[in-house]
């Protein structure tokens, strides 16, 4: 069996394609760097992280933008006829949903991707379509800011010329959603036995997540509503759906399932002809509803019926926290690396920054085994932040690193980071301290923008002594240590803090939770930190 979810951590709006024997998956990134990461796969069990599509600064300007705007709900696509892959990505920017949409292609996955061309600024989760004549159609919600019109809008298309390039005409508004949960959302075409297929996220994406369906026999419509009103979601159904608020939507937790706010499904046919969906999905802590691991992708096998819908394979419209394993054959995958001890030339795939590519503040050659990071902005930033981090995927985990710091001021400091985002996050960092005239550390604790020091907790430490920091996060506690050698006695620092914080749910965003290592440098930007290696080391 495949054990969901498939992308564990900040992973959202799934969308899958397949070239031949392999499979890909794009996510959503928002204001994190690079963008859109993309998975691969060849039996849709075992993922790895495989490349990322936006890596260029000139391409994506992500600075200053506040959390949960920038890059939403990527569509990857591979026309096979062109040997060509597609990805429409839009980028948010605040204020009504302002988003401008873009196209790039690739032979390769890996790129190189062309120069973006511009599409529409109409809506926000754009994707494309290709059709059997040649064609191509670009979907995308039209985002709705009239009063009296339904929130957030309906489902908008237009036909995309190539030699143009550039959509033909105004979008058209097509679909307005199927399972009456409203909030639709993420759109995608597909064409089966002659019948076209539009499959939309709807009911929000909270416990009342879902996907759903509608069929035409041709492109423009109109499009007949699924009889069972959708295919998938992890909210049982009502009898009278209808659009809520957040408040009302938690009240449709369901302790019934193990996964929650299922809905943001894509869809892909294996060469064995088996049809599956993967979908975004949640892990809440309860009983606070809050997932701190953010919004992660679940995979689930679907069929066609006779008369020509597609339904759950087990014929239930609940997700499961395990699905069915395809034909294909197994095919095995390295994991992600739990030490870095930062030996190899470049970093990682796995690492990001927010807003900011961390070429600009690391350096791997000056001191061969060590990473140097140096210092910029404070993580309450939105612009140049030295944060390098990588996703949290597990409910327990410790992560450890190892760093050699010397500050001339209290203005000056690096350490360990937990991050939601520049205004929710805990800091365990080192620096001078001019009350207790030594170097020391302490906690900087952001908490919905209010940022404060744990002054009453801060301990003096030596300064040219390389130091050791970690950080234990157990179910829903996050606790601090410390020592001067990675083997012996970890002290305790600052108190136990509520790791449920760091969530959507807390912090009224779309992301996830990271762990990390930063520097600060608020008075040159050129003060460093080295640090010989980070652990990440996870407990299911």
Not at 66 to 89: H, S
Not at 522 to 535: E, K, P, S, V
């Amino acid at each position: 069996m495949i054990q969901n979810p498939i992308l564990k951590g900040f992973n959202p709006d799934p969308c899958i394609c397949r070239k031949g024997e392999d499979y890909y998956i794009a996510v959503s990134s928002f204001e994190w760097f690079p963008g859109i990461p993309v998975y691969h796969s060849r039996d849709l069990k075992h993922w790895e992280l495989y490349t990322h599509v936006l890596t260029s600064e000139e391409i994506l300007d992500l600075r200053r933008l506040p959390t949960g705007q920038g890059i939403w709900a990527p569509c990857l696509r591979y026309n096979e006829k062109e040997d060509l892959f597609y990805v429409v990505y839009g980028s948010m920017i605040p204020s009504q949903c302002n988003i401008d949409n873009y196209m790039i292609t690739a032979k390769d996955i890996r790129g190189p991707w062309s120069e973006p061309v511009y599409l529409h600024s109409c809506g926000f989760d754009a994707s494309i379509f290709f059709d059997d004549d040649g064609k191509k159609y670009i979907l995308s919600l039209e985002w709705e800011t009239r009063p009296g019109y339904q929130r957030p809008g309906e489902i908008c298309m237009a036909e995309y010329d190539d030699e143009k390039k550039c959509i033909v005409s105004y979008p058209k508004r097509i679909w307005g959603g199927s399972s009456g949960r409203g909030w639709i959302e993420g759109p995608h075409i597909y064409k089966h036995d002659g019948w076209y297929y539009i499959l939309c996220a709807e009911g929000g994406t909270g416990y009342r997540h879902c996907a759903a369906v509608g069929r035409s026999k041709t492109i423009w419509g109109p499009y007949e509503k699924d009889p069972e009103g959708l295919i998938l979601t992890s909210s049982p159904k009502l009898e009278k759906e209808y659009q809520m608020s957040m408040a009302e939507d938690r009240k449709h937790y369901n302790p019934g399932v193990v996964i929650q706010k299922s809905g943001h499904a894509s869809l892909v046919e294996t060469q064995t002809g088996e049809l599956f969906a993967v979908h975004l999905c949640s892990r809440p802590y309860m009983p606070e509803q809050r997932c701190s691991l953010g919004r992660e992708t679940a995979i689930q096998k679907l069929k066609w019926t006779q008369d020509g819908w597609i339904r759950m394979a087990d014929g239930d419209y609940l997700v499961k926290d395990v699905c069915e394993e395809s034909l294909l054959p197994e095919y095995l995958v390295k994991e992600l690396p739990c030490h870095d001890d930062f030996d190899e030339g470049e970093l990682g795939i796995y690492y990001y920054s927010p807003r900011y590519s961390s070429v600009r503040f690391t350096d791997l050659k000056s001191r061969p085994g060590y990473l140097r990071i140096r210092g910029q902005q404070c993580l309450s930033s939105c612009d140049k932040v030295s944060l390098l981090a990588r996703k949290l995927t597990a409910f327990r985990a410790v992560v450890t690193a190892g760093m050699e710091f010397e500050p001339k001021s209290y203005r000056q400091s690096a350490g360990l980071v937990i991050y939601y985002d520049n205004l929710n996050y805990l800091y365990l960092r080192k620096y001078y301290s001019e009350s207790l005239k030594s170097c020391a550390l302490s906690i900087t604790h952001a908490e919905l923008g209010k940022v404060s020091e744990e002054c009453e907790h801060k301990i003096a430490v030596e300064a040219e002594r390389p130091i050791h920091l970690r950080l234990s996060l157990k179910d829903k506690q996050v606790q601090f240590y410390w020592s001067y050698e990675k083997d012996g006695e970890w002290n305790v620092i600052g108190p136990s803090y509520d790791a449920t914080k760091f969530s959507d749910e807390y912090c009224g965003r779309f992301t996830g939770t990271f762990i990390g290592i930063a520097c600060m440098d608020d008075i040159l930007r050129q003060h460093y930190a080295d640090f010989d290696y980070f652990d990440y080391e996870t407990e299911e």
